[in-house]
């Protein structure tokens, strides 16, 4: 689509490949599968795999086949591409004929890749605590009989899900609790398989809140020396969102999306003039408004409204009145440099400009939701264009 607003999503490709370096330098040793679903949580998959694949990245992981096979269909083969999800029989088929690693949690999936008696790499999660996806720790010696008799699928692969990283390393936490179940599982399919290990499966369970931790203030609580290496899958922290406290904030990590566009018009209003539509914002003292072309219909939550702000010249400047679906307006008065501000002045709505910086992370309390929801929200309409490293 050809697009002719001043309106657009910035990708920082360099900062992503930092905070790729940083994310990896926290677990050394330990396999590393950034997470790009949902188009990479916005950033656009293909351009953000590509890059990663650059930086010798052993695997990506998707949520759906759908999004694998888009991956290799843009001609991007040289790292692997596990499949967190779902599947169906044609899924299955898809996931074998474009080489896409499933993690399989229901045995339905598993009968669907068994039947096409093609050999593949499989993974196996295992629901504990999270109860949404994967086996019972009851399974693991039907599972261990399973692949006994399709020794096409080989087991390189056992995980779960956090369902709250951010107590990683607390004793007692929910973390704690599911890492002691993951390595029981482990330590059971040792027991039914003694080739287990010949297979060298992968152990994976940490997400962006638990890898932040791991290295900081001794957070590896359940962890022996000597015992399996944890492999991890950072998703929001490879953008640069997703830290919301101290600990987690002396990670340097950059934000990779900034979010552009320009003043479309400038208007002067008198006391008492409203704006936007059902009057929610008045004109106490005469003021200057700026109009921006980006709206909810962009992904701009219309709960922003006379609660968010924007960045000009990298001061914070108010969202005023209700958001539009192609429009939203700003108060520009109480800037000091209001005089000079005219149509084409620059404007960032979350991200970096002129030495600030507003994060969706600072955002998204304001409208009771977290930072993944405001990136993943970006459309269609907002072209994303990439700064490509030096």
Request: net charge positive.
């Amino acid at each position: 689509m050809i697009n002719f607003r001043p309106t657009y999503a910035e990708i920082n490709l360099a900062h992503l490949s930092q905070n790729a370096a940083v994310l990896r330098a926290l677990n050394p040793g330990g396999w590393f599968c950034p997470m790009v679903k949902c188009n990479a949580y916005g950033h656009g998959a293909i351009e953000i795999v590509k890059t990663l694949v650059s930086q010798k990245v052993p695997a990506v992981g998707v949520a759906l086949t759908e999004e694998g096979v888009q991956l290799r269909q843009s001609g991007i083969h040289a790292i692997s591409i596990l499949v967190f999800g779902i599947f169906s029989p044609e899924a299955a088929k898809e996931c074998a004929e474009k080489q896409l690693t499933p993690v399989v949690s229901r045995w339905e999936d598993l009968q669907y890749f068994s039947l096409l008696q093609n050999p593949m790499d499989v993974h196996l999660k295992f629901n504990t605590g999270m109860n949404r996806l994967g086996f019972g720790s009851q399974d693991v010696e039907k599972l261990t009989q399973f692949f006994r008799s399709n020794p096409q699928l080989k087991l390189r692969g056992v995980c779960t899900h956090l369902l709250q990283g951010d107590d990683w390393g607390n004793a007692g936490g929910f973390s704690h609790h599911q890492l002691e179940s993951l390595l029981s599982i482990n330590k059971n399919f040792q027991n039914y398989n003694p080739d287990y290990l010949s297979l060298r499966p992968t152990l994976h369970i940490l997400n962006s809140a638990a890898l932040l931790r791991l290295r900081l203030e001794g957070r590896q609580v359940g962890i022996k020396p000597g015992g399996p290496q944890l492999g991890c899958r950072p998703g929001i922290a490879l953008y640069g969102a997703g830290r919301t406290e101290s600990v987690t904030l002396r990670v340097p990590l950059k934000p990779v999306m900034s979010l552009r566009t320009e003043i479309v018009t400038v208007r002067s209003l008198k006391i008492n003039e409203v704006v936007s539509y059902n009057a929610q914002w008045k004109a106490q003292t005469p003021s200057r408004i700026g109009v921006l072309p980006i709206g909810y219909g962009d992904g701009i939550s219309r709960a922003l409204s006379n609660k968010g702000f924007v960045l000009i010249r990298g001061r914070r400047t108010p969202i005023i009145g209700t958001i539009c679906m192609d429009y939203l307006m700003v108060d520009l008065t109480s800037l000091p440099f209001v005089s000079s501000i005219e149509v084409g002045e620059p404007v960032t709505l979350f991200g970096e400009q002129e030495g600030g910086e507003l994060s969706v992370d600072e955002l998204a309390p304001l409208i009771n939701t977290i930072g993944y929801e405001i990136l993943t929200s970006i459309g269609v309409r907002i072209p994303r264009r990439y700064i490509y490293p030096v």
